[in-house]
T-cell receptor, first 116, second 115 residues
C-alpha cells in the first residue's frame, strides 16, 4: 500500500518551453501533496505544499509563477515548470499523505528534468 | 525553526557488520521523526517513524531507531548490514503546520557496504 507514482521519470526539454510533471497516489487519497527539488548529492528542498482544492503554499524563494502546482483531485497533483531554463535542471520528487492522523509522507520515484 | 543534523556524510561498513547512523534534531515541541532511504536515481522509501510512545522503533528491512529526548537524537541501527543496504539515508523531523506534515531533512548519509 501507499504507492506514489510520478510521470515522466525523466524528461529533456528545450530552454523556454514548459514541462508538466504528474504525481499520483495510487492506493490512497492524498489530501496533501508536497513537491521537492533535489540537487546532485544534496538533500531535498521543499518547494511547495498543496492541499486538494486549494492553492499551493510555496516556500520562501520559490517562484510561484515559474513552478505552477495544481492539486485538482485527491489522487493527482501536477507541477508545471514554465519557461524552463538550464538552471531548472534537477531531480523533482513529490510526496503525498492522507488525512489519517499522523500519516507519514510517501514519496514518488522522482523525475529527472534536463533543460538544454 | 526545526533542523536536522546528520554528522556523517559517508560511512563504510563491511557486510555483516553492525551499523549506526547518527541523527540529531532541533525542534521546539515533541518531534515527529523519520528515516528514509534513497537508492540512486530513485525516490525515498520510508524505513520507520516515531510519533510517540515506545522510544525504540522497529522498521522495515531489519532497521530500528531509538528516540532519545535528552540527547535530541534519533539514531538508526541495524545489527547486520547486507550489501543491498548501500544507499543514501535521510533523517527528517516533521511538524504539523496548516494541516500538513512539513518535513525538514538532514543532508543525508551515504552508506557504502564492502563485501
Amino acid at each position: 500500500g501507499a504507492v506514489v507514482s510520478q510521470h515522466p521519470s525523466w524528461v529533456i526539454c528545450k530552454s523556454g518551453t514548459s514541462v508538466k510533471i504528474e504525481c499520483r497516489s495510487l492506493d490512497f487519497q492524498a489530501t496533501t501533496m508536497f513537491w521537492y527539488r533535489q540537487f546532485p548529492k544534496q538533500s531535498l528542498m521543499l518547494m511547495a505544499t498543496s492541499n486538494e482544492g486549494s492553492k499551493a503554499t510555496y516556500e520562501q524563494g520559490v517562484e510561484k509563477d515559474k513552478f505552477l502546482i495544481n492539486h485538482a483531485s485527491l489522487t493527482l497533483s501536477t507541477l508545471t515548470v514554465t519557461s524552463a531554463h538550464p538552471e531548472d535542471s534537477s531531480f523533482y520528487i513529490c510526496s503525498a499523505m492522507s488525512n489519517v492522523w499522523r500519516s507519514p509522507q510517501y514519496f514518488g520515484p522522482g523525475t529527472r528534468l534536463t533543460v538544454t | 525553526a526545526q533542523s536536522v543534523t546528520q554528522p556523517d556524510i559517508h560511512i563504510t561498513v563491511s557486510e555483516g557488520a553492525s551499523l549506526e547512523l547518527r541523527c540529531n534534531y532541533s525542534y521546539g515541541a515533541t518531534p515527529y521523526l523519520f528515516w528514509y532511504v534513497q537508492s540512486p536515481g530513485q525516490g525515498l522509501q520510508l524505513l520507520l517513524k516515531y510519533f510517540s510512545g515506545d522510544t525504540l522503533v522497529q522498521g522495515i528491512k531489519g532497521f530500528e531507531a531509538e528516540f532519545k529526548r535528552s540527547q535530541s537524537s534519533f539514531n538508526l541501527r541495524k545489527p547486520s548490514v547486507h550489501w543491498s543496504d548501500a544507499a543514501e539515508y535521510f533523517c527528517a523531523v516533521g511538524a504539523i503546520t496548516g494541516g500538513g506534515n512539513k518535513l525538514t531533512f538532514g543532508t543525508g548519509t551515504q552508506l557504502k557496504v564492502e563485501l
